[in-house]
């Protein structure tokens, strides 16, 4: 086409990095133990479509070494296209695993010379081998839902240093403060999938998917589709028309690409159509047992998560299986050996999907919220855990619990919609899945555990012994994942940065129905307890996943010395959020009523919508109360600094005094005390009296940075069993210390 996209770099470079903004100079940090990045190299291979050439053919020597680029190039090609068994990483999982062709990339900017181009340096340097610099308009690693355009990432799976060393917007986007998570880099609009699909006696899956989208600008050509690359396109039409397509070999740049004939038009609609057949999807794990994978690319998806698109599911599979699809069914028939059903979604959904398997069905119509609530659960047991059941003397049937789950989430159901509004679906399906120790919601759709699916007795037999932690997370994972039904669905996330509203959304919600299904108040307490030894706890290294940054570095919380950062921040740090906002919101003749009215508020405000952080805090704003103003500008940036953007974590202290007043009252005296924090850092902190296991709320003590309030006077009627700082663990804090003087 003659233009000039790549070049190979043979000699003395030298790559300097200096971090544009605090926050990325101190993740930095935290990886290298450097502020900036200066690595010698003496290879590289450079890919772009923008004026790079112009400035090599001015500065640089063309030519010579031959012989030595092309095996520079060579090199390139392997790391580039090497897809693995199983990723070693999260790094190479997003790089290999959801990585784009590079070659297709560079095609589809030179379809479209009105895209800005693109500029990516491949690094082969003498500390670390692997680096790779973008500069990228339509984002730098759009498969992790990052709206930046520029990157630096270090891939060297193991390695202590491994990791996204920076990520930020163009400079240009900060001086003109349109950096936002709410960029949207999309090409297409997805609005409507028709899809046939066909499972055999095997693993295998035959499907056609049809697409209806809508450019959101002119002139692209190429479009990039979520389709595992074990599911092999045979071919693509549009009205009935063959075009071309890009899928090269499973393990190497298995990425899949339409070449459309002529260049797309914005606002106008099309159709396409994609066949295609393979296995990976479907894998049987024994006893009527189906491990369902790959459920954001079973189907030609595009911007999963980050699009809504209604769908019309068809699928076919062997009569004795049952498969549970997204949506609704509309209509189930036979054909020979296969049973058929048609699912549809009328709502606009994120990602659609289906579990499978030789199950059984229980059904709850909720009069109440107007759900019908579905279980289905199998008989036997997976092989895996058959074996160990053998092993332990039991007989063990999860269809036998089936019902235990379907009320956990008709529970859980009235008390979210009560909390947050009325979920719009109609139904929830909540299903059994082979895999023991994590569960998944999809819209209208719920994988859980088969732990979950076992009492306290089997999990003993299986596990050798009671293990707390994890009959604490089967305790919560149905409505953890129930909540995603308003947190990830009715709501999702804009960015990688957000994506807390999600997770740390449905950890507040599990807390909420602990709450309102235990009899007494000790698993919640317990519960938020956890949650904060989860923040503050050290690892082997000696870091706190506090330590790892704020929850906003979602993701990329995860490093050597931080390896489950993401998890034991993002979801408990995320909760506690949304619980210290229900504190410093509660009233004392209204109680939690301006906190639900805020949550419904976000929910309309936010339905069918992907919302931000900055999204979240203007509705938070909209609702705040005359006390959480604490700077006097009617804005929570103090809150959202503090716990969204920081990472700091104080420490309180009450001290007090109980003295009988000759009128048969008491006199209470008492102080409150922060400290570990910056002179800036101000909460909110509500203290509590105890009588006799009955807590009353005295009310709250402001404070700000390092400071101790002055003595309060309070006359009480009568004496209480104790005063109290955080007595539901109210406000996250490294401690909180009660002390009768």
């Known amino acids: 086409m003659g233009r000039v996209v790549r070049a190979v770099f043979v000699g003395d470079g030298q790559f300097t990095l200096a971090p544009a903004l605090p926050l990325e100079r101190g993740y930095l940090h935290l990886i290298t133990e450097k502020d900036t990045v200066d690595e010698a190299f003496e290879k590289a291979v450079l890919c772009f479509t923008d004026n790079t050439f112009e400035e090599i053919k001015r500065q640089a020597q063309l030519g010579g070494e031959e012989s030595r680029a092309r095996n520079v190039l060579s090199d390139f090609h392997k790391r580039v296209r090497f897809r693995p068994e199983r990723p070693r990483s999260l790094v190479e999982y997003f790089l290999a695993f959801e990585g784009e062709n590079i070659d297709a990339e560079i095609l589809g900017d030179i379809y479209n010379p009105k895209r800005d181009g693109f500029f990516s340096a491949y690094l082969f340097g003498r500390k670390y081998s692997d680096l790779r610099f973008h500069v990228r308009p339509r984002g730098a690693l759009p498969q992790m839902l990052a709206p930046e355009e520029v990157a630096l990432i270090n891939l060297d799976p193991g390695a202590e240093k491994e990791g996204i060393w920076y990520l930020a917007h163009l400079w240009s986007e900060y001086q003109n403060h349109t950096a936002s998570s709410d960029e949207d880099k999309r090409i297409i609009d997805a609005q409507h999938y028709r899809i046939e699909t066909a499972v055999d006696n095997g693993e295998k899956l035959t499907a056609i998917a049809e697409l209806t989208f809508t450019p959101l600008a002119d002139g692209d050509r190429l479009l990039n589709f979520g389709l595992l690359p074990n599911l092999r396109v045979t071919r693509v039409t549009v009205a009935e028309r063959e075009i071309n397509f890009i899928q090269e070999q499973k393990k190497e740049d298995g990425s899949f690409y339409v070449v459309w004939p002529e260049p797309l038009a914005k606002g106008r609609q099309y159709k396409l159509s994609i066949e295609y057949q393979g296995n990976k999807v479907i894998e049987d794990a024994g006893g009527g047992n189906f491990a369902v994978g790959a459920r954001t690319s079973w189907y030609p998806s595009v911007n999963v998560f980050n699009d809504r698109a209604t769908f019309d599911l068809t699928f076919k599979v062997p009569n004795r299986y049952t498969l549970v699809g997204v949506g609704r069914m509309v209509k189930s028939w036979r054909e020979g050996d296969y049973a058929a059903s048609q699912w549809v979604s009328d709502i606009p959904l994120a990602v659609a999907g289906f579990n499978y398997g030789v199950f059984k069905r229980k059904d709850i119509n909720d009069a109440d919220t107007k759900y019908q609530i579905?279980?289905?659960?199998?008989?036997?047991?997976?092989?895996?855990?058959?074996?160990?059941?053998?092993?332990?003397?039991?007989?063990?049937?999860?269809?036998?619990?089936?019902?235990?789950?379907?009320?956990?989430?008709?529970?859980?159901?009235?008390?979210?919609?009560?909390?947050?509004?009325?979920?719009?679906?109609?139904?929830?399906?909540?299903?059994?899945?082979?895999?023991?120790?994590?569960?998944?919601?999809?819209?209208?759709?719920?994988?859980?555990?088969?732990?979950?699916?076992?009492?306290?007795?089997?999990?003993?037999?299986?596990?050798?012994?009671?293990?707390?932690?994890?009959?604490?997370?089967?305790?919560?994972?149905?409505?953890?994942?129930?909540?995603?039904?308003?947190?990830?669905?009715?709501?999702?996330?804009?960015?990688?940065?957000?994506?807390?509203?999600?997770?740390?959304?449905?950890?507040?919600?599990?807390?909420?129905?602990?709450?309102?299904?235990?009899?007494?108040?000790?698993?919640?307490?317990?519960?938020?307890?956890?949650?904060?030894?989860?923040?503050?706890?050290?690892?082997?290294?000696?870091?706190?996943?506090?330590?790892?940054?704020?929850?906003?570095?979602?993701?990329?919380?995860?490093?050597?010395?931080?390896?489950?950062?993401?998890?034991?921040?993002?979801?408990?740090?995320?909760?506690?959020?949304?619980?210290?906002?229900?504190?410093?919101?509660?009233?004392?003749?209204?109680?939690?009523?301006?906190?639900?009215?805020?949550?419904?508020?976000?929910?309309?405000?936010?339905?069918?919508?992907?919302?931000?952080?900055?999204?979240?805090?203007?509705?938070?704003?909209?609702?705040?109360?005359?006390?959480?103003?604490?700077?006097?500008?009617?804005?929570?940036?103090?809150?959202f600094n503090e716990w969204v953007f920081g990472t700091e974590l104080p420490r309180y202290r009450l001290e007090y005094t109980l003295t009988p007043e000759p009128d048969g009252k008491v006199m209470l005296k008492f102080t409150v005390n922060q400290s570990g924090v910056s002179d800036?850092?101000?909460?909110?902190?509500?203290?509590?009296?105890?009588?006799?296991?009955?807590?009353?709320?005295?009310?709250?003590?402001?404070?700000?940075?390092?400071?101790?309030?002055?003595?309060?006077?309070?006359?009480?009627?009568?004496?209480?069993?104790?005063?109290?700082?955080?007595?539901?663990?109210?406000?996250?804090?490294?401690?909180?210390?009660?002390?009768?003087?």
Do not use: C
């Not at 007494?520 to 904060?532: G, H, I, P, S």
């Not at 296991?693 to 104790?722: H, Y």
């Open 374 to 639: 579905e279980g289905y659960a199998t008989v036997e047991l997976p092989d895996y855990m058959r074996r160990a059941a053998e092993r332990a003397g039991g007989a063990m049937t999860p269809a036998s619990l089936n019902q235990n789950a379907m009320v956990d989430a008709q529970n859980a159901m009235r008390i979210f919609t009560h909390w947050f509004g009325e979920s719009p679906y109609g139904r929830i399906a909540i299903t059994q899945q082979p895999q023991f120790n994590f569960g998944q919601s999809w819209p209208t759709l719920v994988y859980l555990p088969i732990s979950a699916y076992l009492d306290s007795t089997q999990r003993y037999m299986l596990l050798g012994g009671i293990n707390s932690r994890f009959t604490e997370f089967i305790q919560e994972v149905t409505p953890h994942e129930v909540a995603h039904q308003w947190w990830g669905h009715i709501v999702g996330w804009a960015s990688f940065h957000d994506q807390w509203l999600s997770e740390g959304f449905a950890d507040f919600s599990a807390g909420l129905f602990l709450q309102a299904t235990e009899k007494t108040a000790d698993k919640y307490l317990k519960y938020w307890d956890r949650q904060r030894q989860n923040i503050v706890e050290k690892n082997q290294w000696g870091n706190r996943a506090n330590d790892a940054g704020p929850i906003w570095m979602g993701l990329r919380l995860n490093t050597f010395k931080t390896p489950s950062a993401y998890n034991r921040l993002v979801y408990p740090k995320g909760g506690y959020i949304l619980h210290m906002l229900r504190a410093i919101m509660y009233d004392r003749n209204t109680g939690d009523q301006q906190f639900i009215d805020m949550m419904h508020d976000f929910v309309k405000t936010h339905f069918n919508q992907n919302a931000s952080t900055e999204g979240f805090k203007r509705v938070v704003e909209k609702h705040m109360t005359r006390a959480m103003d604490l700077d006097g500008n009617k804005r929570m940036d103090w809150f």
């Open 680 to 741: 800036r850092f101000k909460m909110l902190v509500p203290v509590y009296l105890d009588f006799d296991g009955k807590w009353m709320r005295l009310g709250d003590a402001t404070l700000i940075g390092n400071s101790s309030t002055p003595e309060f006077k309070v006359k009480l009627p009568q004496k209480p069993k104790r005063v109290a700082l955080n007595a539901f663990h109210d406000i996250l804090a490294m401690e909180s210390i009660s002390e009768q003087k």
